[in-house]
């Protein structure tokens, strides 16, 4: 049970927002359930007490099936219902489709194959959430929901968006990711109030005028050019086969975090003038951060994850509010470039390396802002680590130490603790 309880509300607010998770034992209790979840077995439990539950609007279902959900569950004047993890194989329960006062509906993990053109019917949901299950097609009908506000269509066999998605005007999160999508409409421009995006694992092939989709070898993979029109966006995570992004992706003002999980090739110069970026995660090796990239002055967390980079790539000084990063390297950890020691704001490290000589740069003792310092495969601790007394936190992975190295450690600075010895 979860009490949530808000400063200058009423009481009766405070019993809105308390989420149950056991059927009422008394009629009095049960007139103050407003949300409540329960398992399969707790069904015949809460079909008992609904006579006496005039103030349920929020019910979840976890763990059946679709086609094992009493009737008298869709004639609740419900606006938020999520049935999941029903798993098993059926049709699509069309009941649902009559329950107009719906804003929230959640149906992940239930092998759907198939959404019924009723659902689009259901003018008032806000949010839609049908992950994980079996669907191949996404209905043009999708731009009824004027709405909606949250998509969730990850997980599943989508090859194909509809066109009719960028009518969806009100949409702010958007997951389209785990699917066989082959291109995104040139309408998901038209999204101007999305604020997340998340594509990753699909297979892009972006068309361009007179080859055919179809051929793979002819399809550059890359975005459309109305992609940059999404100036509300803020978070966006990228398939892993891009080739490049489209030359105006730098006008996304807004963007905050992005994740770059694709061996790209070329990054647009515009990429510089993201100038709200404050969290990167790339998997490429290919990627330096030349002078164009310099406009990056809000970035704070930057994540290298390639064990093809040779040695930590050099950082623009302009990257001065940056206090958290994070690379793998096949390299020499000890090719540290001399541009970290003028990130002042840095205040966690993480250097994985998969070089056999794990021996630690000198070049660290440099880096006195750095209070959490994750370290792999280290094999050899030198004297001056020991008077490192900024640091507040040192994680050991996959290190050949003697447990002695964290006595001595914690003992010369008793403000910091170690782990992973």
């Known amino acids: 049970m979860i009490t949530l309880l808000l400063i200058g509300q009423s009481f009766s607010y405070a019993q809105k927002c308390r989420q149950y998770q056991r059927i009422p034992k008394s009629k009095a209790a049960a007139k103050h359930y407003y949300n409540l979840t329960i398992e399969r077995h707790q069904i015949g439990g809460l079909l008992k007490a609904l006579p006496y539950m005039p103030n349920l609007t929020n019910l979840e279902i976890v ?82 929901l004027k709405n909606l506000k949250f998509l969730d269509i990850g997980h599943n066999g989508i090859k194909k968006l509809p066109k009719e998605i960028g009518l969806l005007s009100q949409l702010e999160h958007l997951n389209i990711s785990s699917n066989w999508l082959e291109y995104v409409p040139s309408s998901i421009g038209e999204l101007t109030n999305l ?138 950890v000890g090719k540290l470039p001399n541009s970290m020691t003028k990130l002042k704001k840095l205040k966690s490290l993480s250097i994985q390396t998969f070089h056999y000589d794990r021996t630690l740069p000198p070049i660290l003792q440099k880096l006195s802002t750095v209070e959490k310092l994750t370290l792999y495969g280290v094999n050899t601790i030198p004297k001056w680590f020991y008077e490192m007394d900024h640091l507040t936190h040192v994680n050991f992975e996959n290190a050949d130490l003697h447990r002695s190295v964290k006595y001595k450690m914690e003992g010369k600075n008793q403000n910091c603790k170690v782990y992973g010895i």
């Open 63 to 144: 763990g059946c099936p679709l086609d094992q959900i009493p009737k008298q569950i869709y004639k609740l004047p419900l606006t938020h219902l999520s049935l999941i993890e029903g798993k098993t194989s059926c049709d699509f329960p069309l009941e649902i489709t009559q329950m107009k006062t719906l804003e929230h509906l959640w149906l992940s993990s239930n092998n759907i194959s198939n959404l019924p053109e009723e659902l689009f019917g259901l003018t008032n949901l806000k949010s839609m959430v049908v992950s994980d299950n079996r669907l191949t097609k996404l209905s043009p009908s999708i731009k009824k």
């Open 195 to 332: 604020t997340e995006l998340q594509l990753v694992d699909n297979n892009l092939y972006h068309h361009i005028t007179g080859i055919n989709i179809k051929d793979r070898e002819g399809s550059y993979k890359t975005l459309p050019e109305s992609f940059c029109k999404l100036k509300k966006l803020k978070k966006l995570d990228l398939p892993e086969n891009l080739k490049a992004l489209p030359t105006a992706f730098g006008e996304l003002d807004a963007l905050e975090e992005l994740t770059i999980p694709s061996p790209m090739m070329t990054l647009p110069i515009s990429f510089g003038n993201l100038k709200s970026l404050k969290k990167l995660t790339m998997n490429s090796d290919s990627i330096t951060f030349h002078r164009d990239f310099g406009n990056l002055a809000q970035l704070e967390e930057i994540y290298l994850h390639n064990s093809a980079y040779r040695c930590i790539p050099d950082l623009p000084e302009t990257f001065g509010n940056l206090s958290n990063l994070k690379v793998a390297v096949l390299g020499h």
